[in-house]
């Protein structure tokens, strides 16, 4: 796709790539955990190009859903989606949408996460609509999911700490 890039926020993860991807790759139980929005999510398997994942939506009070396939998956690296079908309207005011998470290791076991938003506004009314409110909304989703992203992968990281900690002390 070649889209603008439109949008980008980032953060650094106190969890490696691998641990960080584990959550990304496994849409149907992570995608509705980082993306309050995002209320179902049913996809065959894990994240792979050319898989396709359907998601329940609630968006400004709306609901309804998008229709997402995997167009990049290069594990502990990078992964990206295209929006395909939307019931909110924004094929309506943008084309070539899609967004990427994309993972940097970082010193002591932690990594630097970006979150991309790509597309192309349509017409007058998609770049009014893009300036006044779509990139500010997307912003507030992206850094949301990366919140929530960070939120996930440490815990999970805390709680194997833990386990390997409780092993160790019964021996």
Do not use: Y
């Not at 990304?24 to 179902?40: F, I, T």
């Not at 912003?139 to 919140?147: D, H, W």
């Amino acid at each position: 796709m070649e889209s603008k890039l439109q949008g980008s926020s980032e953060i650094v993860i106190a969890a490696p790539p691998e641990a960080v991807w584990e959550i990304l790759e496994d849409s149907r139980a992570n995608l509705p955990r980082m993306w309050p929005m995002v209320k179902s999510c049913e996809i065959d398997g894990k994240e792979r190009v050319g898989a396709v994942r359907r998601c329940g939506v609630e968006f400004m009070g709306k609901n309804g859903h998008t229709v997402e396939r995997c167009i990049e998956s290069v594990p502990n690296r990078k992964l990206a989606h295209s929006i395909e079908e939307d019931s909110f309207g924004f094929s309506r005011v943008l084309s070539d949408f899609w967004f990427a998470f994309l993972l940097e290791p970082v010193e002591a076991g932690s990594t630097h996460v970006r979150v991309e938003s790509h597309f192309e506004p349509k017409g007058l009314k998609g770049r009014v609509m893009s300036a006044l409110m779509i990139k500010r909304k997307f912003r507030e989703v992206r850094e949301t999911a990366l919140a929530n992203l960070k939120r996930l992968a440490e815990a999970e990281r805390s709680a194997k700490a833990q386990q390997r900690a409780q092993l160790h002390s019964t021996r």
